[in-house]
């Protein structure tokens, strides 16, 4: 089964996927300086680059992600670094941004992503007002979940991400946030389905 939850809400969440060409979380954030094997001053350089790049093509999110056949979050996370480029998607890539060096394209295909985030982007009022959305709302959205599809949870790996936007009975300019993930459910954990077990010395 396939969970859709959908937001509603005042203050247009694309406004982050813009603030995200100029707010530079990830110039060298904790969350990546902790792991040896990421080079936070590369991964910052490369995301700058490519930013700059899409901003000088004159593109949207969402025109880059009609043209790579993705959902438009999905084309931000793969230029900010938290997705791996593919090479079916990096050839498209390059038609639709040609300034793109090879080099970056590489690294954005061949590297794997470490999918973190600095704590401080929870101070940038947009991404804290849909973190509040979802931990208010969060003890509600688990008690439907297990009503609707039983004992688990949405999967964030088998999942998908699209931010647009409607119009309000006002006149107002609304958001529409959809999660798309496939549910997961517990298992019993019965020792006959257990294939390695722990060794009992």
Do not use: W
Not at 190 to 197: E, F, L, Q, S, Y
Request: aromatic fraction near 8%; charge should be negative; hydrophobic fraction near 40%.
């Amino acid at each position: 089964r396939t969970l859709h939850i959908v937001m509603f809400s005042m203050r247009p969440l694309q406004l982050l996927l813009k603030r995200a060409d100029s707010f530079r979380f990830f110039n060298a954030p904790p969350s990546l300086r902790s792991y040896s094997s990421v080079n936070a001053t590369e991964v910052a350089e490369r995301v700058s680059r490519v930013l700059a790049e899409k901003s000088s093509a004159n593109l949207s999110y969402d025109d880059l992600a009609a043209s790579l056949g993705v959902t438009n979050a999905y084309a931000a996370q793969i230029l900010l670094g938290q997705a791996k480029l593919t090479p079916t998607t990096a050839k498209k890539l390059k038609i639709a941004i040609p300034s793109i060096s090879e080099t970056d394209l590489e690294s954005m295909t061949n590297d794997f992503p470490m999918r973190s985030f600095d704590e401080d982007i929870l101070k940038e009022p947009n991404v804290y007002r849909t973190y509040e959305a979802i931990t208010h709302n969060g003890e509600a959205i688990k008690a439907i979940i297990n009503e609707q599809c039983g004992d688990g949870i949405m999967s964030a790996i088998d999942f998908y991400l699209d931010v647009g936007t409607t119009t309000g009975k006002h006149g107002e300019k609304r958001v529409v946030i959809t999660f798309n993930g496939k549910f997961l459910p517990f298992v019993e954990q019965t020792a006959d389905d257990n294939g390695a077990p722990s060794p009992r010395d």
